[in-house]
């Protein structure tokens, strides 16, 4: 018989708050992340604005001579993993028989370093040598690495890259493990640092951003509103601990919610055409309710992918009207990420742990900015206000951007 998964502990590094109350706080009062650019010179580009982490200090997490070699990619994914691990109570100097596995989830190398590694070569181009910790630097292994020195995670280890659903495909993965009983505890999670010169070119030539808009930073990112008009970037990380629940229970942790179910389908991968969209979505769902022994009805919300793009955002309506059928009306649905923008990877991470706090709060996050319906988009997205709603289950739809999909299922423990 499978084994069971619970959440023990999160840890979150966003641009809406780092740590876990600021976090809630923040996506409880419908406060957004999103403000102007200030990485780099953007007086050359249509987009202007991203959702930067403000006030992180990575010498409170990582010694100063890592810092100095490794990135801003690295330095979140350490942050988050070691608030996650002092979460749930488990240090490295307490590991017993079962080392936990680590599994990180990443949308690409980390950007940054390769940028600030061109950088050093350009300036000694009389001299070209490459920076000692360069290649380290620029592995998308690297924040694993990292990570696991820190917390002295040697035993399993792994990195995921999928895109978007990178993060959300690492949670699945712990999940499996810990029913296999292969392992207790896994820490999983993933991290981004997409504010970057070359990131930000490759989606506006793709269309996704949402670009030469007057409206206020704070204003862009609006989901399933009518005047959507495209993405966001944003940069974090979020990381949990998962544990099987018996071995939870024997050490009296602090349990947020069983994961209960989860599915991930590539079917579609690298169609953005409308209908594989739509049931690339709806598929994954289907087979994470399916893979909890849940019918639709017992779903008290959704989580859902909200990407403030017109036709994504139209596509996910569907199929959450084709999965609920009439309930679909009644069911609350919101997008935190109308506050956070779009952090790829580490998306998934976040909506988790923003669903886990839900459970324990009975409180949804709002979708903010949703001030025009869409008759295409007709559905409760609790509009604009948290809301207080008692909440046993939630359904997570993540969506990548090249056509693959992830979903979750978590419930309150024996709800």
């Known amino acids: ?52 982490v403000k006030g992180f200090d990575p010498s409170k997490y990582i010694t100063e001579d890592r810092i100095g070699v490794t990135g801003r990619y690295t330095h979140f994914a350490v942050a988050a993993a070691k608030m996650a691990v002092q979460d749930a109570g488990i240090f490295p100097k307490n590991w017993t028989d079962s080392t936990p596995a680590l599994v990180v989830g990443t949308t690409s190398p980390p950007v940054d370093s390769i940028e600030d590694q061109v950088r050093f070569i350009l300036q000694n181009e009389d001299s070209p040598r490459a920076h000692p910790y360069g290649l380290a630097a620029v592995c998308p292994h690297s924040p694993t690495v990292e990570i696991s020195n820190a917390l002295g995670l040697f035993d399993s280890t792994c990195t995921i890259s999928t895109v978007c659903t990178s993060g959300m495909n690492a949670i699945g993965a712990g999940l499996r493990e810990i029913r296999a009983g292969r392992r207790e505890t896994v820490v999983a999670g993933a991290t981004e640092s997409t504010i970057v010169l070359f990131t930000f070119l490759g989606y506006i030539s793709a269309g996704l951003m949402a670009e030469n808009t007057q409206m206020a930073p704070e204003k862009i990112m609006r989901p399933f509103d009518k005047g959507r008009h495209g993405a966001v970037l944003s940069e974090g990380s979020a990381f949990v601990v998962l544990e099987e629940l018996e071995h939870a229970r024997m050490r009296g942790a602090n349990i947020y919610g069983e994961i209960a179910g989860f599915a991930s389908m590539d079917r579609f991968r690298g169609s953005m055409r409308t209908l594989p969209v739509k049931q690339g979505m709806l598929n994954t769902m289907k087979a994470a309710l399916a893979d909890a022994r849940m019918q639709p009805a017992r779903v008290d919300y959704v989580c859902a992918n909200g990407v403030s793009t017109q036709m994504l955002d139209k596509m996910e309506t569907l199929a959450l009207k084709e999965l609920f059928g009439e309930y679909a009306y009644r069911l609350p649905i919101s997008a935190i990420k109308s506050m956070l923008g779009i952090p790829n990877s580490s998306v998934g991470p976040m909506e988790l742990v923003s669903a886990l706090l839900t459970l324990q709060n009975d409180i949804i996050p709002p979708t903010i900015n949703y001030e025009e319906p869409d008759p295409d988009c007709d559905l409760d997205y609790v509009p604009n206000e948290a809301r207080w709603n008692r909440v046993n289950a939630v359904l997570l739809n993540n969506h990548a951007l090249d056509g693959g999909n992830a979903a979750l299922v978590i419930k309150r423990l024996n709800a």
């Not at 809406?16 to 009062?29: C, D, N, Q, R």
């Open 1 to 52: 018989m499978a084994k069971r998964c619970v959440v023990t502990g999160v840890g979150v590094v966003s641009p809406v708050g780092i740590g876990k109350e600021s976090f809630w706080k923040s996506l409880t009062a419908g406060r957004s992340g999103i403000g102007p650019l200030t990485y780099f010179d953007t007086s050359k580009l249509s987009v202007h604005v991203a959702g930067e």
